[in-house]
Structures are given as structure tokens and as C-alpha cells.
């Protein structure tokens, strides 16, 4: 009886063992230095492909700070005259689309919106809608193998599916040339002396076509055998050149490759110079900085590819963030890259493909050259778990905000990610600092801070598809002792969409302590958790501004174009005098000397309408007051 006691109590204790090894793995230390590799997030990785489908406020609510517009094969034959492309996986049918309309939108309902649209380089647009295949007629319009057939222009389908038409249509019947001039005029319809009026400033950036690597699959009605690397890059070039001189503040991305494949090869051509072989994305980038060095024009801002990695299992999945600067990560889909030193080399598989890509660009265009990367197009390629589907898009967002990437528009959209581009896009701050975890693979922290580094938050993700971990951050370089913090946390997100707005949404809000500049917690599965810290020895005093005396006054409040200030003090004095933004980014500041006998006047007339707070420092403190422009 005592035997079998024991044997049933030590099986209870290894089953307690096993139960809690599953719930709760090992400790996960992280230490923060807001010190170290402060880097400038851009705000345009919280960007999707967009068609505006919601409802205004809805996009406000959840963060959406820059969107792809034009339907990606669909840009390549756009005729912005007549407001009408060539639909190539549907017929090669015409059908309206007006770039117009998507343009003015943003810049009148959208101003924290960069619109991301694209030049035709493939050599031909829609030209009318009188020549389409009769779909409806041929089968109520239903989707089959087929739909790829060549039929416009009165070609003639072939019944037993397939890409291939029995008769091609004529393409003569549905497009016209469309030269480098015309598709770079659309610039001076947009924004020249009689066009629309748009501010260029919120259309800087724009793809040089879409997927061009890959025209003979996608656009066999135009180019049925794929032009050399060469030939495009002369077009390429001829394009990039008239653009800058119609816009010289224009970002151009290029060369919008397919997927990893495309990556490191043109079709199966290759690309020797000089003895030397060159991957295709290494030979773009080379062909432009010879061109750099002969003219002294950059002809590309972003090294823009697309993505749709391939995994195994879900945890591979989890582990996707790594393709793009992690040199020891054996990615499963690694294809294109066993081409990239001429031959075939099976044993190669770490792609790290934005690393290759910035010593490429050092290669070509020296030390500081300012051209950043982007994924304009992108997929999870996950199981349909929101959580994990969150978790995979968090740690995407968070490898790009530390390592400075320009944009990033999703494709692919699932449930999860609107809770997750919102979380982000509100609550990360403008810069990111140095953060390193002992269980990097599995629990990773992304911390970011404002430009004072008096506000920072540090978003930890749990990869960990079935156990919790506790965990312990070590903050350097930023004071936050004995203080309460507050967390959100996205975690078992159900499978119907949860985000309705900034109010209504899955966010779980809790506290945890701060003590000693430290902080532990337990994080669960399948989670991401923001923590959001504010510095105990903060000097501007923004966060805390209704707390403090009235030290200065300011006046008209609310003003539309001179902003008066008075001190209270008697002491003539200098002063520091700065104008933060509601997110705590600085906008301005001068140094200016107090007279006690005159108020001091701010020309605000360049603000737009809303909320802002000035900050007058002295030697011996910061005084900091709310004020409002209207307009």
C-alpha cells in the first residue's frame, strides 16, 4: 500500500512537472540601453495595400500612416488620362479605376496618410472598355482556370482552361504605347501649376512598376518573352530620370521584385560583368550607382521588394522576421539564393536579404548614401490563428523599426493585424533604442522612445506558441523608479476581428511596478505586451503639465498665427523655447533672450489645427502649457 502511494505520488508530481513546463518555460531576462543605437523609426511601416473600404475614422483609429494604392499587376497598364487599366488576371479586361479619387482622399481626409502609387514601365496602358472578353456571357462571370487567357481584343478562349487562349486577342484593340513621358506626366496633373492642387508631400513615394521580373507570366499580353536586365534597366533609367526632373523631393522604389527567387535572379538570364557575376538586385544596384557616379542623380530612394516567404510549419513562420538581417538564420524557403554566386549552391540558405542589400549599396554608393529598403508587398503565409498571425506581424514591425526600414505594406491581411498595426502604430514611440533578450528566438522586446527619451515603450513578443514566460527587463539609461507603469497586451485573439476603433478594440490593459529601473512580468503564448514607461527625472514635463504651477502665460489660446508668452519672473534671462506635437515629437526650438518688460512672440502660422504644448526652459526649470491652433 505504501509502495503504491508512493509510485501514484511520484507520477502526480512528474505530471505536475510536465503540466507546468507547458504553461511556463524558462525565464527570459532583457535588458534596455536608451543610450544605445538611437535610430528614427519611420512611420510608413505601419502602411497595407489599401483600397479605403472602411470607414474613415476607422483607418484613423487604427494607425494607418501610409498606404499602397493601385492594385499591384493592376498598376502596370494604368492609363491616368482615362482612368482605366488592364485587369491581366481577368482577361486582360478594361475596367475603370481612378487614381484621382484615392489621391484626393488622402489628401484631404488622411493628412498623417503617404500614398504610395506607381509609374508604368512596361510600355503599354488600357486605352477603352469596348474590347473586353464577354465574360458574363461565356460563363455568368464565374472564376476558372482560364481567367489568365489572353482574351480581350477578341481573342478566343480555350475551353479546356489553362493560361493559353486558343486566339490571343489583339492587343492593339485595348492598349496604346505608353511612353516614359506619359506616365511620369501624371506628376505635373497632380501637382503642376493646372493640375489638381494635391500636396506632393503626401505622394513622395513611388514604385517603379510592379513585379517587372515577371511580366512574361503576368503581362505575356505585352511583353510574351521577358526583356532583358539590361533593357529594363534602360527604361528603368529613362523613367527615374524624367521624374526627378518634374520632382526632385520624389522617393523612387524600385525594382519591386516578385519573392525571394526574384531576388537574386532576372528570369534565367545571367549577369556577368567584368568576369564577375552579379545577382539581379546586386546588378540594379549597380547599374544606378554608375549612374550616380556619371551624373551625381540618385535614381533610387528604396530598395523595394516584395515577400511571400515559404514555411514549413508555423513555427517557421514565427521565425520569418529573421530572412532580413539575422546572418545565422537558415530560412526554409531559401531558393533564389543558392543562384547568387552564378551556379547553384545548395549549401547556401541565410539570406539576410536587406543586409546584403546595405553592403551593396555602401559597394556602389559609398558611406552614407541615405537609401533605405521596404517590402511593399507581403503575406504572413500562416495558419489562420489570429494570435499567431498577430505575433508573426509584431515581430515584422518590430525587426523594422530597430533597423531603420523605410516602408512596409502588407498584401495579405488577415484577423490579427489591424489589432496589431494599432497597438504599433499608437503606442511605440519615434525612435528605437538598443534592447537585447537571452531568449531572442523565442521572446524578443522592441523598445522605442521619444525624441527626449522621456517617454519609452517596450513591446515584448512571445513566439512561444504554447508556454508563458516570465519576464525581467533591465532598463539602462532611463530613469523609472518606484513608479506604476501601464501594459497592453494583445493575446488568444478569437478567429472574428476584434479592432473597431481606438476604444473598442482587444487590448487587455493592466499595471505592473517599477522598481530599481526593473520590472518582471509573466507574458503569455502567442502575446505581445506594451509597456508604457514615462521617466521619473523627465525635464520638458510634458506628460505631467496639468500637475505644475502656472509659471508662464500664454496668449490668444487658441491662436491661428502669433502665439504670445509671458513669464513670471522677474529676472531677465535666456531661455529655451520648444513646441512638442500631442506624441511628444519635437517640432521647433530657439533660444531667445527674456526681457521682463515685453511678452515674447512664436509665429505658429505654419501649424495645422490641433493640439500642441510649448515648453519655456530657464537654468532652473521648464514650465510647459497646452495651447491649440485653429483654423
Known amino acids: 500500500m505504501n509502495i503504491q502511494l508512493s509510485v501514484n505520488s511520484l507520477l502526480f508530481i512528474l505530471l505536475c512537472c510536465v503540466l507546468f513546463n507547458t504553461t511556463q518555460a524558462q525565464d527570459v531576462n532583457i535588458t534596455v540601453d536608451a543610450n544605445s543605437n538611437k535610430k528614427k523609426v519611420s512611420p510608413y511601416i505601419y502602411g497595407r ?36 487599366t488592364v485587369h491581366p488576371d481577368w482577361y486582360n479586361n478594361v475596367y475603370g479605376t481612378d487614381w484621382d479619387i484615392y489621391a484626393q482622399k488622402i489628401n484631404t481626409v488622411f493628412p498623417n496618410i503617404q500614398g504610395m502609387f506607381a509609374f508604368q514601365l512596361l510600355g503599354r496602358a488600357a486605352s477603352n472598355q469596348n474590347n473586353n472578353f464577354n465574360d458574363w456571357a461565356y ?43 506619359s506616365s511620369v506626366a ?18 513622395a513615394y513611388w514604385n517603379m512598376d510592379n513585379e517587372v521580373d515577371v511580366w ?11 526583356i532583358s536586365a539590361s533593357a529594363f534597366m534602360d527604361r528603368y533609367i529613362e523613367l527615374a530620370k524624367k521624374a526627378k526632373a518634374l520632382y526632385p523631393g520624389i522617393k523612387l522604389c524600385g525594382p519591386v521584385t516578385t519573392s525571394e527567387w526574384q531576388w537574386y535572379k532576372w528570369s534565367n538570364e545571367s549577369i556577368y560583368i567584368n568576369g564577375r557575376y552579379y545577382p539581379w538586385i546586386e546588378y540594379f544596384i549597380k547599374r544606378l550607382g554608375d549612374e550616380y557616379k556619371a551624373t551625381g542623380i540618385k535614381l533610387v530612394d528604396v530598395i523595394d521588394i516584395h515577400n511571400y516567404p515559404y514555411y514549413n510549419n508555423d513555427n517557421e513562420a514565427l521565425q520569418g522576421h529573421r530572412i532580413y538581417y539575422d546572418t545565422t538564420y537558415v530560412y526554409p524557403g531559401a531558393n533564389g539564393i543558392k543562384t547568387s554566386t552564378g551556379g547553384w549552391d545548395a549549401s547556401l540558405s541565410k539570406e539576410y536579404i536587406f543586409k546584403r542589400i546595405n553592403n551593396w549599396l555602401n559597394e556602389e554608393f559609398g558611406a552614407n548614401h541615405g537609401i533605405t529598403t521596404g517590402v ?58 538598443s534592447c537585447t533578450s537571452s ?38 539609461g532611463f530613469s523609472a523608479n518606484n513608479v506604476n507603469c501601464t501594459t497592453l497586451q494583445l493575446s488568444s ?13 482587444a487590448l487587455k490593459s493592466s499595471s505592473i511596478g517599477v522598481n530599481s529601473n526593473s520590472f ?86 505654419a501649424l495645422s489645427s490641433g493640439i500642441y504644448f510649448l515648453s519655456v526652459k530657464n537654468p532652473h526649470q521648464t514650465f510647459t502649457k497646452e495651447f491649440s491652433i485653429v483654423r
Open 186 to 203: 501624371i506628376l505635373n496633373h497632380w501637382f503642376g501649376a493646372n493640375g489638381l492642387g494635391l500636396n506632393k508631400n503626401q505622394f
Open 493 to 505: 485573439l478569437p478567429s472574428t476581428e476584434t479592432f473597431k476603433s481606438h476604444t473598442d478594440n
Open 139 to 181: 460563363n455568368h462571370s464565374q472564376y476558372w482556370s482560364g481567367v489568365g487567357q489572353n482574351l480581350a481584343g477578341g481573342g478566343t478562349p480555350n475551353p479546356s482552361g489553362g493560361s493559353k487562349a486558343l486566339v490571343d486577342g489583339n492587343i492593339d484593340l485595348f492598349s496604346v504605347p505608353w511612353p516614359a513621358d
Open 376 to 433: 511593399s508587398e507581403w503575406g504572413t503565409m500562416t495558419s489562420s490563428n489570429p494570435s499567431l498571425e498577430s505575433v508573426v506581424y509584431a515581430s515584422h514591425l518590430g525587426t523594422f523599426a530597430n533597423n531603420g526600414v523605410e516602408l512596409f505594406s502588407p498584401w495579405n491581411w488577415s484577423i490579427g493585424m489591424w489589432e496589431t498595426l494599432h497597438l504599433f502604430s499608437r503606442y511605440a514611440k519615434g525612435y528605437s533604442v
Open 520 to 605: 518582471s512580468f509573466t507574458v503569455p503564448a502567442l502575446s505581445t505586451t506594451a509597456v508604457l514607461l514615462k521617466s521619473t527625472s523627465s525635464v520638458t514635463g510634458i506628460t505631467d503639465y496639468k500637475h505644475q504651477k502656472d509659471g508662464i502665460e500664454i496668449f490668444p489660446n487658441p491662436s491661428r498665427d502669433i502665439l504670445k508668452i509671458r513669464l513670471n519672473s522677474s529676472v531677465a534671462q535666456p531661455l529655451e523655447l520648444a513646441i512638442f506635437d500631442q506624441t511628444g515629437r519635437k517640432i521647433r526650438s530657439s533660444f531667445v533672450n527674456y526681457d521682463v518688460n515685453t511678452a515674447l512672440s512664436i509665429n505658429v502660422s
Open 216 to 226: 512574361n507570366g503576368t503581362h505575356d499580353w505585352a511583353i510574351p518573352t521577358l
Open 49 to 84: 495595400n489599401e483600397s479605403f473600404d472602411n470607414s474613415d475614422q476607422f483607418y484613423k483609429d487604427a494607425g494607418l500612416r501610409f498606404a499602397r494604392v493601385g492594385g499591384g499587376n493592376n498598376m502596370s497598364a494604368y492609363n491616368w488620362r482615362k482612368k482605366i
Open 439 to 476: 531568449a531572442e528566438n523565442t521572446v524578443s522586446a522592441y523598445t522605442t522612445v521619444n525624441e527626449n527619451a522621456d517617454s519609452m515603450t517596450v513591446m515584448i513578443v512571445n513566439r512561444d506558441i504554447s508556454a508563458a514566460h516570465k519576464v525581467t527587463v533591465n532598463l539602462n
